[in-house]
């Protein structure tokens, strides 16, 4: 067990995996355990948030598990009032809920376009927006928004939800950061590239290869600088360095996690 986290509470929405492997949440979870963090686990998937909690405790960590849905401000509100009630304060806010949508711009409903910006925008103004005072009044804090670099460039999928919502994560995130950097309160982005978690399967086998996950996985492995998707760790250990005192005079940035990905001209 590290000590990077030693004694501090993390909230982590979306801390299960939506499928078999490692997702984002579940990766950061555990990490942020092994270096001595309390964990309170969120996610609308019980179930998925306890085989969380069964690693954490497995490898002799503390993590509470509650389902929410982070798209709702009284839930949200809730979560945050159990976790103070549980560990009686909250230093780490991890937003990592999120989802994917095929359609481009004239295909996309409005019931659509309402729902995921809900979900992986909406959602993270709330929870900052019950976090904040608590941090505030203890003296500091630290958020951590997952974002994409599809914030920041045309991936080639047409999913303009996804688009939308993860550059209003950007500007959230600036915002929040500037507004609290004399309170002792960082906020950050990470911006992952293509990455191999269970989150692409389903939303993204129908367009890159007709269904075929493993051809999928193929190409997005080819578009990769590197000839290979990053995984779930690889978020995770930025997301624990933004979160550690390593990290303490960065605010405000967009940490980009994507092997050289945006740096290509084609």
């Known amino acids: 067990m590290g000590e990077r986290l030693r004694n501090r509470v993390a909230i982590v ?23 001595g963090a309390k964990i309170f686990a969120v ?20 993590c509470t598990v509650m389902k929410v849905d982070v798209s709702k401000s009284d839930e949200v509100k809730s979560m945050v009032d159990q976790c103070i009630k549980t560990y009686s304060r909250i230093d780490i806010l991890h937003n990592n809920v999120g989802i994917v949508v095929l359609g481009g ?22 929870t900052c927006k019950y976090c904040l005072p608590h941090m505030e009044s203890q003296g500091g804090g630290v958020i951590i ?5 599809a914030a920041i460039r045309y991936t080639g999928i047409p999913y303009i939800t996804y688009y939308a919502s993860k550059a209003g994560i950007l500007g959230l995130t600036q915002g929040i950061a500037l507004q609290y950097a004399a309170k002792n309160i960082r906020a950050n982005c990470i911006l992952p590239g293509l990455m191999d978690t269970p989150l692409i399967r389903e939303p993204l086998k129908d367009f890159y290869a007709a269904g075929d996950i493993d051809k ?23 997301a624990l360095f933004l979160a550690s005192d390593e990290a303490k005079y960065i605010t405000g940035a967009q940490l980009i996690v994507d092997g050289g990905l945006t740096c290509k001209f084609i």
């Open 13 to 35: 929405t979306g801390a299960g995996s939506v499928g078999p492997g490692w997702g984002n949440g579940k990766a950061t979870a555990v990490l942020f355990a092994r270096e």
């Open 145 to 149: 928004n997952i974002a994409s670099v």
């Open 43 to 62: 996610d609308i998937n019980p179930a998925a948030a306890e085989e969380t909690k069964s690693i954490i405790n497995q490898e002799g960590g503390i």
């Open 105 to 126: 711009l004239e295909e996309t409903s409005e019931e659509t376009w309402d729902r995921v910006l809900a979900i992986n925008l909406k959602s993270m103004f709330l």
């Open 216 to 238: 999928m996985l193929e190409i997005r492995n080819q578009q990769c600088p590197t000839g290979k998707m990053g995984e779930a760790w690889d978020v995770a250990h930025a």
